[in-house]
């Protein structure tokens, strides 16, 4: 049977102001993204209801309270 | 030299992405024909608010159910597996382990406690046809409320267990930080009860475990993904990687 094996960790960048600042964006970003996926009924996609009902199922399915 | 955010995130997205197809895979067999079952319940009672059912449709069903779910989980998935890369990033050194793939799979089955299996108990997911539109800013403020209680929780488990020496007493003390928040924000959130008595309760089971089997395959794929391309990172970066001592120094 084969060991596991481990890899030597990967050197993580340092938590500097300017990466606390990106990681900001990048978060502010993706909390966009996930609520376009799960609130968002056209405020955000501009267009109209239509993004909205198109991902209706997986709202559901992802245990977004929905209707 | 470190690695850049950059490269962690796009590691972390493509995670989410794979994920997110996958998990809607699952859904696609596993939640479909629930949902199709609760729409026709939802349209024999006719006037629900039905924004699938009723005449005029934005989006048709065959849509809904094949494009627009693994849309949806896609996107989800993305934005997940950002959230991952960048808690990562932020909380690596935190994680007291040598082993990237433990840190990585932790995170992840972190975050899928704080965010899935809290939510999930206090407020499980419902289909079609269950749920009163009156109320869904409410419920919606609550779940968030959950989601992020759910959060705080496992994070006090992990400082409950860092004050302990002996591995039992971490293990115990983690639980116990964990269960308390998990029961305070259980009894301070406002219940909600919204089944009508004559949705089917076979079906409104097989809905929910399908709901939570999404969940639970976004986050296991995802941490699983995320770990596999931290491991080609760390295995093609080379120099970067060997330098030896970079974690403690840096």
Redesign the interface.
């Known amino acids: 049977m084969p060991k596991a094996q481990?890899?030597?960790?990967?050197?993580?960048?340092?938590?500097s102001t300017r990466?606390?600042l990106?990681?900001a964006g990048?978060?502010i970003?993706?909390?966009a993204?996930?609520y376009?996926?799960?609130?968002d009924q056209g405020a955000l996609s501009r267009s109209?209801?239509?993004m909205h009902?198109?991902?209706?199922?997986?709202?559901?399915?992802?245990?977004?309270?929905?209707? | 030299?470190?690695?850049?955010?950059g490269r962690?995130?796009v590691a972390g997205l493509l995670a989410g992405l794979i994920a997110g197809l996958i998990a809607?895979t699952f859904?696609y067999f596993a939640?479909?024909p629930r949902?199709d079952a609760a729409i026709a319940i939802e349209e024999q009672n006719t006037l629900g608010?039905g924004?699938?059912g009723g005449g005029e449709?934005?989006?048709s069903r065959g849509?809904?159910?094949n494009?627009?779910?693994?849309?949806?989980?896609s996107?989800?998935g993305?934005?997940?597996g950002?959230?991952l890369a960048?808690g990562?990033?932020?909380l690596?050194?935190r994680l007291r382990t040598?082993?990237?793939?433990r840190a990585a799979i932790g995170l992840a089955a972190a975050a899928l406690t704080g965010i899935?299996l809290v939510?999930?108990v206090k407020?499980?997911?419902?289909?079609?046809a269950v749920?009163d539109?009156a109320t869904?800013d409410q419920?919606?403020t609550s779940?968030l409320a959950v989601l992020v209680l759910g959060l705080v929780a496992v994070w006090a488990g992990v400082l409950a267990a860092r004050t302990q020496t002996h591995e039992w007493r971490r293990a115990t003390a983690g639980l116990l930080g964990f269960v308390v928040v998990v029961a305070i924000a259980y009894l301070l959130l406002p219940a909600v009860d919204e089944v009508p008595g004559t949705f089917p309760a076979v079906l409104l089971w097989k809905?929910r475990i399908?709901?939570?089997g999404?969940?639970v395959v976004l986050w296991t794929v995802l941490g699983l993904a995320f770990a596999a391309l931290?491991?080609r990172?760390?295995?093609s970066?080379g120099p970067?990687?060997?330098?030896p001592g970079?974690?403690a120094a840096?």
């Open positions: 481990t890899v030597r960790p990967l050197a993580i960048p340092a938590v990466l606390l990106t990681a990048v978060v970003l993706l909390l993204l996930a376009l996926v799960a609130f109209g209801m239509y009902e198109l991902m209706h199922d997986g709202r559901h399915l992802l245990g977004v309270p929905c209707h | 030299m470190p690695l850049r955010f962690l995130l809607g859904a939640g479909e949902i608010h924004e699938a449709e934005l989006v849509t809904q159910k494009v627009g779910l693994i849309l949806a989980t996107l989800y993305i934005a997940m950002g959230f960048t990562y990033t932020l690596r050194r040598g082993s990237d793939t899935v939510p999930f407020y499980p997911p419902n289909p079609p749920g539109p869904i419920r919606t779940y809905f399908a709901s939570l999404t969940q931290l491991h990172l760390a295995t970066t970067a990687t060997a330098e970079t974690r840096a």
